[in-house]
Every structure is written in C-alpha cells, then in structure tokens.
C-alpha cells in the first residue's frame, strides 16, 4: 500500500513525511482492516510529526481520525464484519486492568495504545485497529463530513461533558470557546443545541471568526479579548498557554475553564485572584468508548453539520502545513 511515513520529528516545512510503498498486515484475532476512505487532520498529528510528543514508533503512519470499510476480521471479531463503514479515533486500545480501565476511566489508562502514535494510523491506504475501540459511523454523515468528527468532534464533547452540567444547566448558560479550528466548530453547534449562548475568542478574522459567526456565535473577539458578559465556562483548543490567565478572568465564580489540547505552551503564572472563588481548571486526556459512542448519537441528532477543508492523498503534508498556518476554515480531511 501507499503511506506516509515519519522516521524522525521535525518541523512540517522541512517535509518530514516521506510517500513510500508500506506492507501490509493482517489483522490480530480481535483486530478489523480497513480501506481507508478520509482522515481528518488533527493538530495532535502536528504536535507528533514536530516532536512535541515524544517519538514512539518509527517509522509511523501519523493519522487518528479515520474513515473505511473493513476488508478484513479477526477470527474473534464478532461486532463487526467485511464491508461495514466504521470509523477509528485516537484512543486505539486500553490495558483493560489497570486501576483506570477498572474504575469507568479508561481514557486515563496506564498502558494505552494511541492511534497515529503509539501504532500506525491513517495516512495510508490501510489501516489495522483493534475490533473494541471502532466506530459504526450514523448514516448521516458521508465519508469526508465523519472523519473531523471522530477525535475533533469527541474531545469536544468531552471539554462540554467536563464542565460538569446537566441538560438543564446547558440552557441559558454562557460557554466560552477560545481557538476555533476543527474543535471548537463541532463544540459551538452542540453548545446551541443544548441552548446555550457561545462567545468565541480566536485569531484569524477571515477563516476563524466568520465560521463562528456563521456558526450562530453570540459573540465573536479576538484571542485575548473580554467577552462583554461573564462566562459561565470556557473551552480552550488553542495550544497557547497564556490564555489560561485570559480564560480564568473572564469565568464566574465557581466556574470552570477546560484545557482541550494534548500539548499547551507554557502557562504563565497568575495572581491567586484568578482562580479564588471556587473557579476551577481541569484538563481533557482522550477519551472513553462511551464518551465515543454518546457523541456521535448526539452529533447526528443534532445534526452537527461538519465544515471541511478536503486535500488529497497526495497533499497530506500540505494538510497539515495548512493546519499549522491557521488557514483551513473548519476541519481538513485528506481524501485517500
Ligand atoms: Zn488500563
Ligand atoms: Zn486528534
């Protein structure tokens, strides 16, 4: 098969992704192949082929969110069979006995495989997953629409579910998005779903903020402004470390500011003020199957309309040159 290949992090002008012919495998007894259709382009991804994760597996097919149809099964699979439409995210497979996979925290495993990480993903004609942690894709999306939805669209959902409230604490409440790229657009359209008013903080007026707007935004400023109203919570995509101050000034007492990214520049210290009053800070690490599996329920009921930004099998580094600059509108998806 056709992959893309990193065998050492670098930054993503000097093209560390080589297109080489890769073989490939079978699958595992509780393993799925799949033809791989799209991939979504995550900012993870970068973070991995530039090194700001550490190398885990070399060489590697970078890549975690994916759409195909199974042309191969385990003998033990039995959830799935040849030619189902399924999709693969990041989480690609827990210890199952640690302490975390014990306690309903799997997304806190000890041991964990991730996909485009830890083991080959996406940027490939084929990729192998493990059977347990896959997808059914709702038939309400295409290929290209469902692919931004499984790591972009699931951490979205779990920044919202880390917020703590209920069905009835979403209505009327005052959410804050701070970075709108793939994450933060799937995250906007739940929020006012649910009856929520969203007031979004991002740089880049012609891309970020007029898809915000577009997207039913209460409020729309650049990256560092005060939102005119106290927010009830934030969400902050943005890797950038000094808007945790930013984020915390603006949040009511007792409200709290979630960390969506796997990789944050420093943060900044900050005078206690910011935080007294009960506010609270919390990070996102992956997620469960189930935070999967409710998600993608819900973004089909909605229906959360994906907006992408597709690049071809050949493009697969400007994909993510262009994620790097801030210049796709919404999420991109390399079409394999
Ligand atoms: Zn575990
Ligand atoms: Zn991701």
Not at 163 to 169: D, K, L, N, R
Not at 233 to 258: H, N, W
Not at 290 to 315: C, I, M, N, W, Y
Request: glycine share 10%; with cysteine.
């Amino acid at each position: 098969m056709k992959a893309w290949i990193m065998k050492a992090p670098a930054a993503i002008h000097t093209r560390p992704l080589q297109l080489i012919d890769f073989p490939i495998r079978e699958p595992a007894e509780d393993e799925i192949r799949l033809r791989v259709s799209t991939c979504g382009v995550c900012r993870t991804d970068l973070h991995v082929v530039e090194g700001e994760l550490p190398l885990r597996h070399s060489p590697l097919i970078p890549g975690h969110q994916i759409v195909g149809i199974i042309d191969a099964v385990g003998s033990a699979v039995d959830e799935f069979a040849v030619g189902d439409r399924v999709g693969v995210a990041w989480l690609h497979r827990t210890c199952g006995k640690c302490k975390f996979c014990l306690d309903g925290n799997e997304n806190l495993c000890d041991q964990p495989d991730f996909t485009g990480w830890t083991v080959d993903g996406g940027y490939a004609e084929y990729v192998i997953a493990a059977a347990k942690f896959t997808y059914k894709i709702p038939a309400a999306f295409d290929d290209v629409q469902a692919a931004p939805l499984l790591c972009a669209g699931i951490i979205g959902f779990r920044c919202l579910r880390l917020t703590g409230w209920t069905a009835v604490e979403w209505r009327g409440a005052s959410l804050g998005i701070y970075g709108f790229g793939a994450a933060g657009h799937i995250a906007i359209q739940l929020a006012r779903a649910r009856g929520s008013d969203v007031y979004v903080c991002t740089r880049d007026r012609e891309r970020h903020q007029a898809l915000a707007e577009e997207l039913g935004a209460t409020w729309v400023g650049g990256a560092s402004e005060k939102p005119p109203v106290q927010l009830d919570a934030s969400i902050i995509f943005a890797p950038a470390g000094e808007l945790v101050p930013v984020a915390l000034d603006a949040v009511r007492k007792g409200g709290v500011v979630v960390l969506g990214g796997i990789h944050m520049s420093p943060i900044p210290s900050f005078n206690y003020s910011l935080i007294y009053g009960e506010r609270m800070l919390r990070s996102v690490a992956n997620n469960t199957r189930e935070d999967g599996k409710d998600f993608l329920l819900e973004a089909a009921s909605v229906p959360v309309r994906t907006h992408t930004q597709t690049f071809s099998f050949p493009e697969t580094p400007e994909a993510l040159i262009a994620l790097k600059e801030d210049a796709i509108k919404g999420a991109g998806v390399i079409v394999v």
